[in-house]
């Protein structure tokens, strides 16, 4: 295994084939855990409402639902998929985006999400090389993809996701690989209590509730891996890339300004572009202000 690492290091056409097929895999993988994490969820709170009601469950027992069970299989005919059409991408390829056996369509979403996986994952790896710093970036980069659509799909950043993710930005700061501990508990209290501040006020203002506390959680990772300064910059990355993409989607739905659109999306791109970019954007933008 030391020999792998070693060989990865002193080969850069090596360590991107190995991010690029691990990182398709973790495509797939990914997609498992935007489908099924939601459903795993609202089957916890179902049931947990249920118990602090004290209503009787005279439901049958539900079959065990998790990340690793039941097997993948066609959600249209049950039927089970064979692990050689599985394979991330080129399986989708070769069923022509159909099941194989009831012929519905498959969502070209999958494999685009492992297509985009890979992507991203190997400019990463570009970047940063075979480094500590480049595994933290690339699980960030993992873990923003899967939180991404899953508040596309059910407005939902969950806390099994942000919370494990906090944790590992603070404890890379604990070794060395971002900014100092101090600077990044300050980072991720000031991004959690910012928008925390933003959605009182809002909330005490109109009565409504303008984000999630899911929302809180994403900046405070970006705050505790960047530091309270880069918090500014992710904010109004993402309202601006938010009020546009949004005030778009809603004129092609045909959807009133009213309705609710997740913010969690254009934080995690916006944090993420900070992540990479963030000097040249600050750089950018107060330059743009002064001209």
């Known amino acids: 295994m030391l020999d792998v690492f070693v060989l990865m290091q002193a080969q850069t056409w090596f360590f991107l084939l190995c991010v690029g097929l691990i990182s398709l895999c973790i495509g797939s993988f990914l997609n498992v855990v935007i489908y099924r994490l939601p459903v795993m969820l609202h089957k916890q709170w179902r049931n947990e409402c249920k118990l602090i009601l004290s209503e009787s469950n005279d439901e049958p027992q539900a079959e065990i639902f998790n990340l690793a069970v039941p097997g993948s299989h066609c959600p249209s005919c049950n039927t089970k998929i064979k692990f050689w059409q599985n394979i991330p991408l080129i399986s989708w390829l070769l069923l022509r ?52 659509f899953i508040d596309i799909d059910h407005m939902l950043l969950p806390d099994q996701i942000t ?13 060395g690989l971002t900014i100092s501990p101090k600077e990044a508990i300050i980072g991720a209290a000031v991004g ?81 572009l900070t992540m990479l970019y963030g000097d040249f954007i600050e750089s950018w933008y107060f330059n743009l202000i002064l001209a």
């Open 163 to 175: 919370l494990p993710l906090l944790w590992l930005v603070l404890l890379a700061s604990v070794q």
């Open 192 to 272: 959690y209590l910012s928008l925390w501040s933003v959605y009182w006020l809002f909330k005490l203002a109109t009565g409504k509730e303008g984000m999630g506390y899911g929302d809180f959680k994403l900046l405070a990772i970006f705050g505790a891996l960047l530091g309270w300064q880069a918090i500014l910059t992710i904010v109004l990355l993402s309202s601006v890339v938010g009020a546009i993409i949004g005030s778009i989607q809603l004129a092609i739905q045909g959807k009133d300004k009213s309705t609710p659109i997740p913010f969690g999306p254009y934080l995690a791109i916006a944090g993420w």
């Open 97 to 148: 985006g159909k099941c194989a056996k009831c012929k519905t369509a498959i969502s070209v979403r999958y494999p685009l999400v492992e297509l985009g996986t890979a992507l991203v994952s190997l400019f990463i790896a570009l970047r940063f090389g075979a480094t500590p710093q480049c595994l933290l970036y690339l699980i960030l980069t993992w873990a923003l993809i899967a939180l991404i």
